[in-house]
């Protein structure tokens, strides 16, 4: 949620409202508050109370997280709960740019008397007194400077897109210029993506609001009908198949993919892309190559893994602790399988080890039934898999 407060807290209610909403709605005993507070005038405080009894009646700590986006100056903020408060609070404070420079002692100086003193005209009473850490203030950027940020972060919210997270993601999205934001979208848009993709994609990789048009973008549409093979009119399904595209280098990462998986024996590559795009996003040292290497070590030679993943590349999409390990344990020690069986069914692995490799092979056991291939097992639906069991018990 994006919110623009004033110097005299417009849309506190609102805020107050969301946050009870949020933290009331959850039945955890920790809760975690995201927020993005954007600052419109020379706030000198700016805080937020919250009753945490109506949180939760226990002891239980609420964990706020919240990005503070201010246009007119930055702070360090501290937020937090106390057991001994009943609010939640969020503080931040400005000192006097146009003063004179001051020593860090007398920084820490003027610190002590702001929050041990009475309230001024530029100061709110806290609940519980935060000592803020020993920084220099940010320079105040020029009104030319907040007012196109503020334009940026009202055109993601009108798109659709967390300017928030974006913000975080993507701290050079705050320098980037508002035309060359709009050339982005604009460019997209012009590539066949609508403008209902744009939230998914930007909210995935908000790094591309800051891309190059000519150095980034287009190379990778360039590398999809070139390289792939790819219909522009299919543009689009592809992209929002896998939005990591738009975020990765052609020389570096796409082609240094496609070539290592074009070695692997890959010739239908428009198919890779529709269906697997995600392999091109992958990385060959880091993911690919180990898992395969994996697979070898469970006695399968090179050429034999090579077939496996060009019958099924969703296994290139696999963990090797939390699918490989488990399954093939089980296949070899709880169901006395061979693991040259892999060879002829390679999709065992996409099956779920809970939810139906481990209920089917425990029905068989139950019937005294060892020998039904992994195919029939597991490809059936639970009515084919009823059908064969007694087919095979009156047999």
Not at 17 to 39: D, K, P
Not at 195 to 218: N, Q
């Amino acid at each position: 949620m994006v919110v623009f407060v004033g110097a005299h807290g417009q849309q506190m209610d609102d805020i107050e409202a969301n946050v009870g909403r949020v933290a009331n709605s959850s039945s955890t005993t920790a809760v975690v508050l995201t927020l993005t507070v954007i600052l419109t005038d020379h706030a000198d405080v700016f805080s937020l109370y919250y009753p945490c009894n109506r949180i939760h009646q226990s002891s239980s700590r609420i964990l706020p997280r919240i990005s503070l986006v201010n246009l007119c100056h930055q702070r360090t903020i501290k937020v937090g709960f106390f057991p001994n408060s009943s609010q939640l609070f969020l503080h931040s404070t400005t000192t006097n740019h146009h003063a004179a420079p001051l020593t860090l002692q007398r920084q820490r100086q003027r610190r002590r008397r702001q929050v041990c003193s009475k309230p001024t005209a530029h100061q709110t009473t806290l609940p519980l007194r935060i000592a803020f850490p020993d920084t220099q203030p940010s320079p105040l950027p020029p009104p030319s400077s907040t007012f196109h940020l503020k334009k940026k972060i009202l055109s993601l919210e009108v798109l659709g897109v967390d300017a928030g997270r974006a913000l975080a993601l993507n701290p050079a999205f705050r320098a980037a210029s508002l035309d060359s934001v709009h050339a982005i979208i604009s460019f997209l848009l012009s590539k066949g993506l609508h403008h209902k993709d744009l939230p998914r994609i930007l909210g995935m990789c908000p790094s591309v609001l800051t891309a190059s048009v000519p150095a980034d973008l287009a190379p990778v549409f360039d590398f999809l009908s070139r390289d792939l093979g790819v219909a522009p009119a299919d543009h689009r399904r592809v992209v929002n198949k896998c939005p990591r595209l738009l975020a990765s280098s052609v020389p570096h990462q796409l082609r240094t993919a496609l070539l290592y998986l074009r070695r692997l024996g890959f010739r239908d590559l428009a198919w890779l892309a529709h269906h697997e795009p995600v392999l091109l996003v992958s990385s060959v040292d880091r993911t690919l190559m180990p898992k395969l290497d994996f697979l070898v070590g469970l006695g399968l030679s090179q050429e034999d893994t090579a077939a496996m993943v060009l019958r099924c590349p969703g296994l290139f999409t696999f963990s090797i602790e939390k699918n490989f390990k488990p399954k093939f344990e089980y296949l070899d020690k709880e169901m006395g399988r061979r693991v040259e069986e892999l060879k002829e069914f390679p999709q065992y692995f996409a099956f779920s080890l809970e939810r139906r490799i481990k209920p089917r092979h425990e029905e068989l056991c139950r019937r005294g039934m060892h020998t039904m291939p992994l195919p029939a097992m597991l490809k059936s639906t639970d009515e084919e898999f009823r059908e064969l069991m007694e087919k095979n018990t009156q047999l």
